[in-house]
């Protein structure tokens, strides 16, 4: 038996060699240095680090979970997830191997031994390796695409292949796709496949790249996010530069990133930033290549490391970036390369923004101010360090509103939408200048203790009609004031269910509690509370749900809180005491019926329905053909409709009065009902 496994390796062996070589021969002269993986093992110190992680979970996350033979099943299932979540490069003997492992990883974590994580990682490493020579070998000839196959490329939930040819066959489709997703673009297929080639072996680059820190990271992680998504383990290069890594910045762009199974996702743009005006890049859209300038080729980055994107991305002022996109837009089945001119992202930019619009209504004109506020800002070290400038949102929106009395709005409108949190200070501090005092939000921590987070300013800046407009991006600190404010009965609340994020993360920095020389440790962002609205319920998982809500294009369990297994779930706890304005829903039947009557006569809301329910479509559409003459008419048909579809949306939003294209259908909403409400809460 060995020695068959034995041959069987060095056949395999030989075969990587033969076709590496061949590969290399068809190569420019600066991309013919040769590739070598090597196999990993922990560092001396990595199994105590690993053991020590799980000791800082077990005993600091709010979430108490054993060590046991579940949490070893749960370890083993995500760690697979992560390294293959796609299904591409294991077949179901691996996972059938594995299963040796699936009741003693809890053992391994309590006696300080990583080894199974690095042994598991080795043979992925190697599934890898064996796919990109595959698809080597797949290129060296002209393939053909007369046959009626297709590519299943939505597979998270299907089976494993159930033997190599099987998964051949499956990665024929899929090189199959990529050819042929260059060629709709009119070139010709040896152009076509050099491009794919590239792809697979910047890919193989990047493998070559791995350190034994990022397996090891690799390993911890699948660990830290089965207590819940938001806890994770920071290597010493990411903890060192964690207030970027916070954010996830993209220099450059101004957008903010995560990586989401092969691909790097965009998950938020920073309002003024150059991807945001630009209008070529939207939340949830994924990166699948990266260019510089204009003419520069274009790198595969799927299975990157986060940062070795960032690091393409980035670039100086006035430089142009190239960027792949798949389309979150899951009716578009065709990748779209845009141009970004990379600038400097200044607070300035990110800042809070007001308008002054005028509606008339029975007779009588209104003035309704809106203000966006595009993320919950704080100027700590200024602050810190008592200067009077400092750039806040509290500030920002007091200044707003004195601006807005001496121009005699009659209500406020804020704009939460896609603001996915930032400083809870400033978070309570905007909810004080529209309560007297009070409490704002309830904390309660791993041990069962409760506090409230409280307003203690008894001035009122506005005490007029407001409204706030969320959406399914709208998170943490957002939700938390958009709650308090429904609470207590101050805004009216509009728009799409909000995110549900309602836990509070903090740092710990393991070098406090282990050290190996001069080695660093790195850090563990970890869940130790979580958020409660003043009335008891928790606005995690759950979110803020608005009075009058919008359907929304992003389903809560792809796009929300929900979207992960390991989220914290929904409860409640005792409501605080706090003054609610017991009149302030008096009117909320009529409000929905008005707002019910309007969208039933508004070609844009008719559009958003009929969008939901295209990618309600789509969702169950998770095959792509890949014989040439049906992948074109599929794709040319696609293109028309979409291109009809666009030209009609913006004749019917000319219609409504609006400038053609930019109507924006929830705003132009707000300002109606708030006016509504005005108009019956005297009646």
Request: hydrophobic share 35%; aromatic share 10%.
């Amino acid at each position: 038996m060995q020695a068959c496994l034995f041959a069987s390796m060095i056949k395999k062996i030989i075969f990587s060699i033969t076709v590496l070589f061949s590969l290399i021969g068809q190569l420019k002269a600066n991309d013919s240095t040769k590739i070598v993986l090597k196999s990993f093992n922990p560092e001396p110190y990595q199994g105590e680090l690993f053991k020590l992680i799980g000791q800082v979970i077990t005993n600091l996350h709010y979430r108490k979970i054993p060590i046991d033979n579940k949490l070893s099943e749960e370890l083993l299932s995500n760690y697979i997830k992560h390294l293959d979540p796609l299904h591409l490069y294991f077949i179901q003997a691996d996972i059938t191997e594995f299963d040796k492992y699936k009741y003693s990883l809890d053992d391994d974590l309590l006696n300080g031994n990583a080894n199974p994580g690095f042994e598991i990682y080795n043979i992925y490493q190697s599934r890898l390796e064996e796919r990109i020579n595959y698809a080597f070998d797949l290129l060296k000839t002209e393939m053909s695409f007369d046959n009626q196959d297709s590519f299943l490329y939505k597979r998270e939930d299907v089976n494993y292949t159930n033997s190599i040819g099987e998964l051949d066959k499956l990665w024929l489709n899929k090189v199959k796709y990529e050819v042929l997703a260059l060629k709709s673009d009119g070139k010709d297929y040896k152009t076509c496949a050099e491009i794919v080639r590239k792809r697979y072996y910047n890919l193989y680059k990047q493998l070559s790249k791995t350190k034994t820190v990022d397996v090891f990271s690799f390993y911890a992680n699948a660990l830290t996010e089965i207590t819940d998504p938001h806890t994770n383990y920071m290597a010493p290069r990411e903890a060192d530069d964690f207030t970027t890594k916070m954010s996830l910045s993209l220099e450059g762009i101004g957008a903010t990133l995560q990586t989401d199974n092969e691909y790097t996702k965009i998950t938020s743009l920073v309002k003024g930033g150059p991807a945001e005006k630009s209008k070529l890049l939207a939340v949830n859209d994924k990166i699948a290549a990266v260019g510089q300038g204009k003419e520069g080729e274009m790198v595969n980055v799927l299975d990157w490391r986060i940062d070795d994107v960032v690091g393409l991305i980035r670039g100086k002022k006035g430089t142009i970036v190239r960027l792949e996109i798949v389309s979150a837009d899951i009716t578009i089945k065709k990748n779209k390369i845009i141009e970004i001119v990379r600038d400097k992202i200044v607070l300035e930019d990110q800042a809070s923004k007001s308008t002054i619009k005028e509606i008339k209504k029975e007779g009588k004109k209104y003035k309704i101010g809106t203000i966006d506020i595009p993320t919950f800002y704080l100027d700590f070290a200024r602050a810190a360090a008592g200067e009077k400038d400092y750039k806040s949102t509290t500030r920002d929106v007091r200044r707003i509103i004195g601006e807005f009395k001496k121009e005699k709005v009659d209500a406020i409108v804020i704009d939460l939408r896609n603001n996915g949190g930032g400083s809870l200070t400033e978070a309570i501090d905007l909810t004080g200048l529209f309560i007297t005092t009070g409490p704002v939000v309830q904390v309660k921590d791993a041990n069962g203790v409760v506090k409230s987070e409280n307003d203690r300013d008894d001035e009122i800046l506005w005490s007029g009609p407001v409204e706030v407009i969320v959406n399914r991006f709208s998170a943490s600190a957002s939700e938390i004031f958009a709650a308090a404010m429904q609470d207590y009965g101050r805004a009216l609340i509009i728009g799409e269910q909000t995110y549900g994020k309602g836990t509070v993360q903090n740092m710990a920095n393991l070098d406090q509690y282990m050290q190996y020389g001069d080695k660093k440790m790195g850090q563990v962002k970890i869940t130790l509370a979580k958020f409660y609205r003043i009335s008891g319920g928790s606005t995690q998982h759950r979110g803020v749900i608005p009075d009058i809500e919008f359907p929304s294009i992003f389903a809560s369990k792809e796009f929300g809180e929900d979207a992960s297994k390991y989220s914290l779930p929904y409860d409640s706890i005792n409501p605080d005491s706090y003054a609610k304005n017991v009149n302030f829903n008096n009117n909320l039947t009529a409000l929905s019926l008005l707002h019910s009557n309007r969208m039933a006569n508004n070609p844009e809301y008719k559009y958003l329905l009929e969008d939901i329910e295209s990618v309600k479509k789509a969702e169950l559409d998770n095959y792509i053909s890949v014989n040439e003459t049906t992948y074109k008419k599929e794709l040319t048909e696609t293109e028309a409709k979409n291109k009809a579809r666009k030209e009609a949306r913006e004749k019917a939003k000319a219609s409504l009065g609006k400038n053609a294209g930019n109507a924006d259908l929830i705003l132009d909403e707000a300002i109606e009902l708030i006016t509504d409400k005005m108009m019956l809460d005297k009646k």
